[in-house]
């Protein structure tokens, strides 16, 4: 980060996450090399009396009149979708909603402005508890399935559509179960584990890897989620497996777990260590 000056990064939401970020940006950006650029929120007085006025983009669209080499998005997928590839003609991108590329068109924008303007599309890895071991077990050929699971009291979900009907029926209750890809375009703030599940498995991917959302009235104060990954079987009929459970502390009704914050600004340091290729990378 060093060799051509401080990066400059820009940050696309200014809700729990997007205020932890910008609040470390300011204290330890400049000993890390990283320059703080812009903030903008779609509720632009969400800011008022927190980011300097100059740091306040008011229009997305006049990004580029900030230079910036990182844009982090942690908003909504829609941002993703809307805005996502016009991001990449000025900047790199970092996607905190990686929901968003479920949708398989806003993947192929993404992609196709990637390779255009030379820059990177990462995917923080979030909640995701051993992504480089998926990663690794699915380029060699031995990931038969991956199964991730999240699990949370019902006021921690925003759902869509016809999940937003759905109510408990118990102490816990299945809100939905099957392929990935189904899941986010109605949970998109509550998919975002599972999506990067499907990108860290791209044999997989979205429709291969299985999403479990559970409503579990005891788990006021916490996020939970359970990977469940097996590989093929042997010689002898029997198949390597994996199962881990993260318990993550969070606020009543929260959809970002605390432990998930640290995470991704461990994604965003480590993204500006990383060359800027086209394609995506999860970080």
């Known amino acids: 980060m060093a060799d051509k000056g401080p990066w400059r990064v820009g940050v ?25 650029v812009f903030v903008w929120n779609r509720d632009p007085g969400r800011m008022a009396g927190s980011v300097p006025p100059s740091l306040q983009l008011q229009k997305l669209a006049a990004l580029g009149e900030r230079h910036p080499d990182l844009v982090v998005e942690v908003a909504h997928p829609k941002i993703i979708h809307e805005s996502g590839a016009q991001i990449l003609r000025h900047a790199n991108l970092l996607v905190g909603s990686p929901s968003a590329l479920s949708d398989q068109t806003t993947e192929r924008q993404l992609l196709e402005a990637s390779q255009h303007w030379n820059h990177a599309v990462f995917v923080a890895r979030g909640a995701l508890w051993g992504t480089e071991d998926i990663t690794r077990l699915d380029a060699a050929g031995g990931l038969r399935s991956l199964r991730v699971t999240m699990a949370t009291h019902p006021d921690g979900f925003r759902l869509e559509g016809p999940l937003a009907a759905a109510h408990s029926t118990g102490p816990r209750t299945v809100l939905y179960e099957g392929p990935v890809r189904g899941l986010c375009p109605f949970a998109p703030r509550n998919s975002n584990t599972m999506a990067a599940a499907a990108l860290a498995a791209p044999s997989l991917g979205f429709d291969g890897v299985t999403g479990v959302l559970v409503a579990d009235l005891s788990l006021t104060e916490m996020h939970v989620v359970d990977v469940e990954l ?12 994996v199962h881990t459970h993260r318990e993550n502390p969070a606020e009543p009704g929260a959809v970002t777990g605390s432990a998930t ?12 260590q990383l060359p800027s290729r086209p394609g995506i990378h999860l970080c």
Request: glycine letters at 16%; hydrophobic letters at 40%.
């Open 261 to 272: 914050v640290t995470a991704f600004w461990r994604s965003l340091l480590a993204c500006c």
């Open 230 to 241: 097996s590989g093929h079987p042997g010689p002898r009929g029997r198949s390597f497996a």
């Open 12 to 36: 696309v939401g200014y809700g729990r996450l997007g205020q932890s970020l910008v609040s470390r940006l300011l204290a330890q950006g400049p000993e890390l090399g990283l320059e703080l």
